[in-house]
């Protein structure tokens, strides 16, 4: 059957810029996998998706008129239900036949097969397949109901009666199967071949479509617009890197405004304006912030990466004479950056200091107080870490740096742009002239704050992140606040991962389950904090586990690991590389069955079973030879656990395979004379300690 492409377009008002490249691609992908699934489109069919700021469309090659014709096997009863004992078919059977549009005439042709229960009947028929018309229609519904829309608009049609809802209101239709115009109607809409191009710089209106494939050409053509986002992205791209190359500079980098201002022009001409150079005695991350936030700007850096005083427009015109386009948007930007300076001059007025008892008054959580309590848990909780780690200037710098550090948030500047918190922080820490430590650390306490952030850049700042994280998670955890399923209103998954990053890549000196008790103590005059350690430690540690698995490591490395609870988790990489070297040993596989062995048989033991020896009843030679390899080995695999060698450690229990197999294959653990049995499981005990002190190998067996 011949096939041509097929071409869709929905013309509507200006999308979300936001959202429009997701609702681009779901459009056109869920266009063209529901045409495939109806048969009207190839399994190698290609689609192309277009998204500009007002149209949604998609080109799919390899697409039928009818669908090929399927057949279709239909399961009706059992044949003891449907046929009578001379073979002719019941009354039941029949009303069954005509429900599916046939009659007595085919109860001969009916299969017979057994579905394991009985004999059952099945009606095998040829189901005539979709025009496209119909399957397009279809296909099209489907699009339009998947598409992540942010928020749906009602509007009234042109009748003055009805009313649709949709993202925003669309105005045109366009189908075409090759140069075939297909009817479809949605939306109060009637397809065409007609489309708009660019409302200022389109040669035609409206643009007309000959056929399918010349879409994009004659609409950038005729039309003026790039219809596909990632040319229109690729050529913005270029031009930024044209025009700072002329103006001396280097366009910030920043993907999610580069995607946005995509989605707000159809044809893209980048233009250099500039502004006071006064205004750079600002700190650069307002201006940037001012910039790309309210005008969509891309700031111009130096070599150095400092911010100049020139900035590049993505414009959606072109004219001759584009001064008058540049001017506008200069005038624009300079109230904008006079704002981001008064802000930062009045600020200055105040010290950070002087700002810190305002927190009283911001409620942080209802069940936890104001943010100047919580400053006060956070000082308290980063005193307690910096006196572990040294004492001293690194416990007085972590205190001040905490008390100071949600100071910020009283500010002009972080109350018109909330991004900056912290960042301002450490500006106006530094114009009060404190330590540059401490400065750094009010900035970094936030850090990191995504997945692969920096850490924050001095020890002072990580233990007031540290301190931080931690109020959150006990806090949160203490009230009841815990994340399920997808549901995480106060980051607590991020902040576990941050607590454990800094703990792990820092090969900090702090004992997790240590950490824990010290933040839930500063919670002690909080009315209706539970502290809940327990359950927050076994939080922390499957984002640990999963955090592991991520990086590539096997889930029964991490496992072996994890299950062990290790509490500096600086340690870890160290215990996950031992774990592989020891899984490749030749012993690895018999030594982590037997440990399985041995945690069954204390398992069902119905009290703990103490790691000790009597020497005295030691029998059988088997029994023995175990227990004089673990007077050899152990001593051996616990000096090098101390010092940290985790990989000779479990490489220094290989000795123990041949023990520990002639063990099993002949000494009866469970003996009648209790304490023969008793020294026994003391003895399987000690093996159980020594095999478990890096990783629980037990978890290394399949």
Known sequence: MSSKNLLVELFVEELPPKALKKLGEVFAQTLATS?????????????????????????????AAVAADKPVVQKLMPVAVGLDAAGNATPALLKKLATLGADASCVPNLRRENDGKADVLFYESLAKGATLAEGLQKALEAALAALPIPKVMTYQLQDGWSSVNFVRPAHGLVALHGSDVVPLAILGLNSGRETHGHRFEASVDPVVFANADEYATKLATDGAVIASFAERRAEIARQLSAAAAQAGGKPIDDDALLDEVTA???????????????????????????MKANQKYFPLLDAAGKLTNKFLVVSNISPEDASAVIGGNERVVRPRLADAKFFFDQDRKKSLESRVIGLSKVVYHNKLGTQGERVQRVAAIARAIGEHLGGGELTHHAEQAAVLAKADLLTDMVGEFPELQGIMGRYYALHDGLNAD?????????????????LPRGLVGTVVALADKLETLVGMFGIGQIPTGDRDPFALRRHALGTIRMLAEGN????????????????????????????????????????????GYTAQEVDAVVSQRPQRLGDIPKRLAAVRAFAALPEAAALAAANKRVSNILKKVENPVEPTVDNALLKEAPEIALHDALVDVVPQADAAFVTGDYAESLQALAALRAPVDAFFDGVMVNADDPALRANRLGLLAKLHVAMNKVADISKLSA
């Open 35 to 63: 045409l495939k699934n109806a048969g009207l489109a190839a399994s190698t069919a290609a689609t192309t998706a277009y998204a500009s700021p007002r149209r949604l469309a998609a080109h799919v090659t390899e697409v």
């Open 438 to 454: 401490v400065a750094d650390a009010i900035e970094d306490h936030y850090k990191p704050r995504f997945a692969g952030d920096s």
């Open 264 to 290: 707000l022009v159809e044809r893209p001409n980048v233009l250099i304006g500039q502004f006071e150079e006064e205004f750079l005695a600002v700190p650069q991350e307002c201006l940037i912030l001012t």
């Open 508 to 551: 900090l000196d702090l004992p997790l389950n240590s950490l824990l008790t010290v933040a839930s103590a500063a919670f002690a005059a909080v009315e209706g904090f539970k502290s809940a350690d327990a359950e927050l430690a076994d939080f922390i540690y499957d984002r640990l586990a999963g955090s592991l698995r991520e990086q």
